[in-house]
Each structure stands twice: as C-alpha cells, then as structure tokens.
C-alpha cells in the first residue's frame, strides 16, 4: 500500500487550558478530495496524551457549522445571560 502522498495541507492549533485544539484539512489519497479532522489533545501524563478526533467531510460542512453556532448562541444567550443575571440577583441580596 502507497502512503507516499502529502495528506494534511492546513492546520490550525488552538491551546485552551490543558487542552489542545487542532483543526486539520487533509486531502483523500486520490488527493482530489478533502476533509477535516478536528483533534482535542490532553495530556495525561509526562509524556502521554490522550486525543478524540472527529472527521468532517466537506459535504456536511454547512450542517456541521450550521449546529455548532447554534449551539454556541444558546449558550451564550442563555446560559452565560442566565449566569450573569443570578450573580448579580445575588450581589443585590448581599448588599
């Protein structure tokens, strides 16, 4: 079997606390299609790391982008407002 291709021609490395976040665009061996791989990287020891990768195919692209704004509104429009407004109902009962 040939692995002589050049597969990952983008990434994108995003560091968040104790995780890493790679975001990846790889071309199929073919090397006319292309897909992404999204990696969470932890470490869980000296050397060790523990990864959890998903594959996004360009095809549901829009759905997958689609879901993850979505998500991020609701957290943001509701839980974070929500947070926000309960810390301050409790700053005024303290006061």
């Known amino acids: 079997m040939d692995t002589n291709y050049k597969d990952e021609i ?10 890493t976040y790679f975001f990846d665009v790889k071309t199929t061996k073919s090397e006319k299609d292309f897909y992404i791989t999204i990696t969470e990287s932890k470490r869980v020891g000296d050397e ?3 990864k959890h990768k998903v594959f996004l195919y360009k095809e549901d692209f829009g759905k997958f982008r689609d879901a993850l704004d979505e998500a991020v509104e609701f957290v943001r429009g509701r839980l974070i407002a929500v947070g ?3 810390t301050e109902v409790e700053a005024e009962r303290v006061s």
């Open 10 to 19: 983008y990434t994108k490395r995003v560091r968040a606390g104790k995780r």
């Open 84 to 86: 926000a407004d309960e």
């Open 48 to 50: 060790e790391y523990e």
